[in-house]
């Protein structure tokens, strides 16, 4: 059964850090582009960030760039997300999505990516 788990959500003061985890069982990572978004309550859904699936390219909104980094561990079959010097604004639930397409991040879509995980949830408040 082909999965994607998040996980490392939780609630943090502004200035804060977290890191996400995207965790693949039954298929390999290695040859997955992989996809951060997040929604936020009577928001649509935004993209935050992306990593090839050779981790050679990347992607990131304004919204977060300078703040949060993607990277990925082939090994470990999981792709993170830092997230450093957090807002209110980036309370949202995360959800991480795979895709096959070794471009994607060129234009990270949320409708180009085939498998998605079950969202963690992010708050950032004081």
């Known amino acids: 059964q082909v999965q994607l788990v998040e996980s490392g959500g939780e609630s943090v003061q502004p200035g804060g850090s977290l890191r996400l985890s995207c965790a693949a069982s039954g298929f390999n990572l290695d040859y997955y582009s992989i996809g951060w978004f997040r929604q936020a309550p009577g928001k649509e859904r935004e993209g935050v960030s992306c990593i090839s699936s050779s981790g050679s390219s990347t992607y990131y909104a304004d919204s977060v760039k300078g703040r949060f980094t993607v990277s990925r561990d082939n090994a470990e079959n999981t792709v993170y997300l830092r997230m450093n010097s957090l807002k209110p604004e980036d309370t949202a639930v995360y959800y991480c999505?795979?895709?096959?397409?070794?471009?994607?991040?060129?234009?990270?879509?949320?409708?180009?990516?085939?498998?998605w995980g079950q969202g963690t949830q992010v708050t950032v408040s004081s």
């Open positions: 999505a795979a895709t096959g397409n070794p471009y994607i991040c060129r234009s990270p879509y949320a409708a180009n990516f085939v498998s």
